[in-house]
């Protein structure tokens, strides 16, 4: 008899660490990342199945994760992705970790936004908030930079306030979720991000937004 349920729990065992496998595997690289550096759930509640492509003019690319410096960041990044034909897009970078991922007091600081994107051309877009690059301030660690990609139901009327590049008014507090939320956006369809720490570009920054 004992032989017996120890023969049982085995076999479950194997079972579930069988179906773990299964799950794992079909789970996409994506998910596992956001869910691992915690981008689900402190940045939206499901992670998005595809990967989207950010490639900055200095050369280096975002990768689920990796670390840039704000040197490296500081121009618009080129951003693709397999866009049906005649769909609106909404495209978005923030930063969740602001001041400091320890204490998040003014997450999220947004750096990018841009709606009715046609296709993939984000200039086709309209330009809610220009982009800004990343600004961590010293000794405050790595922040997560997050870029998400929504499909519209339809081509959309932003009541939103237009940002510029050059003050950084109205970009903290901001929330992608509430803001997916309030145009019926659903969950994003793909995303990618990078982490970043200070470096002597920040001061830089500061400059051109006024601080
Ligand atoms: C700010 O935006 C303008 C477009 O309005 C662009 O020409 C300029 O290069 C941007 N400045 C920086 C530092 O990104």
């Not at 079909?26 to 992670?47: C, G, H, L, N, W």
């Not at 998400?148 to 939103?160: A, G, V």
């Not at 995303?191 to 470096?199: K, L, M, V």
Request: charged share 20%; aromatic share 10%.
């Amino acid at each position: 008899m004992g032989a017996l349920i120890r023969c049982a729990i085995v076999l479950l065992t194997v079972a579930t660490m069988v179906n773990f496998r299964v799950l794992t595997r079909a789970m996409s690289t994506v998910a596992k990342s956001f869910e691992a550096s915690q981008v689900v759930p402190d940045v939206i509640p499901k992670a998005p199945a595809a990967l989207l492509q950010v490639k900055y003019p200095s050369g280096v690319e975002v990768k689920e994760g990796n670390e840039l410096t704000p040197t490296q960041v500081k121009d618009e990044p080129s951003v693709k992705w397999d866009a049906e034909p005649g769909q609106y897009y909404t495209l978005a970078m923030t930063d969740p970790d602001a001041p400091s991922r320890k204490e998040p007091t003014f997450r999220e600081w947004h750096h990018w936004l841009v709606g009715n994107i046609q296709g993939n051309e984000v200039n086709s877009g309209e330009t809610l908030s220009q982009y800004v690059g990343s600004g961590p301030p010293e000794k405050t660690g790595l922040h997560r930079y997050v870029f998400l990609l929504y499909k519209q139901p339809s081509k959309l009327t932003f009541d939103e306030p237009r940002l510029t590049n050059t003050s950084s008014d109205k970009r903290a507090n901001f929330k992608i979720a509430e803001f997916a939320k309030k145009y019926n956006l659903g969950d994003p369809i793909a995303g990618n991000f990078y982490e970043a720490q200070y470096d002597d570009y920040v001061p830089i920054l500061y400059k051109q937004l006024g601080a």
